[in-house]
């Protein structure tokens, strides 16, 4: 272990305010693994690795466990361990969006298997980690490579109604996705087992503290300096590697000297107020979500979208639009005093090549607003809405049901507080991407 003292305390200080903003989105998924694949006592656990966990029904208020939850789609995750052997993802043909992503350790996407990038038709698609050097089986659809050791597979099936009849035929489609060991894909003998970690204890509280240093370093153990990383990976683990963290899971933060752990706890300070400044002054959140080449240089960015919800797809496959503010400035905007609305004008519908939607969250936990119509978001797809006499189309974001019948038709329930909407554009065309269409203000009345 290289000893801390012996570097600058100042470069300390940044070079920890740097690792933390960088191992935010690392600890997150964690966070969630830990859960999912490793604590068997946790509601949330499935089983272990290569396991599916399927969401069959939608949200509601009462799931708060769920962060800015989107309906119109439900999750199909599953975690996958690539030390010793690939796995490979089977899909059946369908005819409703789906779209699969194969998200590293940092939440960064290694690739995208679905209806807009590899079509409805069923296909057999292998995940292979940084350290597989074989040659991929015949009959496979394709190959995605990652750059960790462990990754995180979520899946989104549209979700077409929500009677018995359409969740159970949601339900026999997520029965036929499909995980297999490339051994058992393939008829070949198994290799030997990758050997077991000691697999920390996961904490909410070890973000704050020093010890987010010492997950950092496991974790880091699980994604190597590999080629094509970019210079701001392998110059910020060349940093860190100089404090004694290097992925080998040693580092003992007991045996720093005061004045040097008082570093340390200053840079966690700094990384943490870095964070909440950028959460502050997020405008558009449509750009946190993409692959390695598109983010990986971005460590901010890559931790806003960690805070936001880790597992957000990239813009070419989900636009994500947010009205964080009224027209008026109000920020977060306010139902308790104030009725707001959306219109769209006659031909300025959000351009989507599948489908769209407004879902309303309260503020500041970003849960679904309970309402007397369960209705949590608005889209093209909503039955019953109410075109303007032009033909737009206006949304009505309001804590009480409108009097109007045509305004009920077409309201959006708000909580009686702040909150904020978000709109989602599945497969958006290119107008969305790049600027030419903008959503309309969120406008108090």
């Known amino acids: 272990m290289v000893n801390p003292a012996l570097v600058d305390p100042a470069t300390i200080r940044a070079t920890v305010a740097e690792a933390w903003i960088r191992g935010h989105p690392l600890l997150r998924t964690y966070r969630t693994l830990y859960a999912q694949a490793l604590d068997d006592a946790d509601p949330g656990y ?10 069959a029904r939608p949200a509601t208020p009462a799931d708060t466990d769920a962060v800015t939850p989107d309906n119109d789609t439900l999750p199909s995750q599953a975690w996958l361990d690539l030390r ?15 779209v699969f992503a194969v998200h590293e350790l ?69 029965e036929q996705y499909r995980l297999r060991p490339l051994h ?21 509280e070890v973000p704050e503290s020093v010890e987010f240093l010492t997950f950092l370093d496991f974790l ?61 002054e997020l405008r558009d ?20 979208a960690a805070e936001l919800g880790p597992y957000g797809l990239p813009a070419e496959e989900v636009w994500y639009g947010r009205w964080a503010a009224d027209s008026e400035g109000r920020r977060p905007p306010n139902a308790s005093d104030r009725d707001h609305l959306i219109r769209f004008a006659p031909d300025a519908l959000p351009p989507a090549r599948f489908f769209w939607s407004a879902t ?15 209705r949590y978001s608005v889209g093209g797809h909503t039955p019953g809405l109410v075109r303007d006499a032009d033909g737009g189309l206006t949304l009505y974001v309001q804590h009480k049901r409108p009097a109007d019948a045509d305004h009920s038709a077409n309201w959006l329930p708000a909580p009686d507080g702040p909150f904020a909407v978000v709109l989602r554009i599945h497969g958006p065309e290119d107008s969305v991407l790049d600027g030419r269409w903008q959503p309309p203000p969120l406008t108090p009345r």
Not at 188 to 204: C, G, I
Not at 287 to 295: I, K, N, V
Request: cysteine-free.
């Open 46 to 55: 499935v089983g272990g690795f290569g396991v599916f966990r399927h969401t």
């Open 84 to 98: 010793a052997e690939p796995w490979v993802l089977s899909v059946p043909a369908q005819d409703r969006y789906h």
């Open 106 to 174: 940092d939440a960064l996407h290694a690739g995208l298997i679905g209806s807009r990038t590899t079509g409805q038709d069923a296909g057999d698609y292998l995940v292979a980690g940084p350290d597989w050097q074989g040659e991929p089986p015949p009959g496979l659809k394709g190959v995605i490579r990652t750059a960790t050791r462990l990754v995180a597979l979520v899946g989104h099936t549209r979700l077409t109604g929500t009677t018995p009849a359409d969740l159970a035929a949601l339900r026999a489609v997520q």
């Open 184 to 204: 058992e894909y393939a008829g070949t003998p198994a290799p030997a087992p990758a050997p077991e970690p000691v697999w920390p204890v996961w904490r909410d």
């Open 220 to 280: 880091l153990g699980f994604f190597p300096l590999i080629d094509g990383l970019p210079p701001a990976e392998t110059g910020l683990r060349g940093r860190l590697a100089d404090l004694g963290i290097d992925g080998r899971g040693e580092f003992e933060p007991a045996v720093l000297p005061l004045e040097v752990r008082a570093e340390f706890d200053r840079g966690i300070a700094d990384g943490r107020a870095r964070l909440t400044r950028a959460l502050a």
């Open 285 to 304: 959140s449509a750009q946190l979500f993409g692959t390695r080449e598109q983010l990986g240089a971005d460590f901010l960015r890559q931790a806003v």
């Open 360 to 374: 309303v969250y309260a503020l500041p936990d970003h849960r679904l607003v309970d309402n007397t119509l369960d």
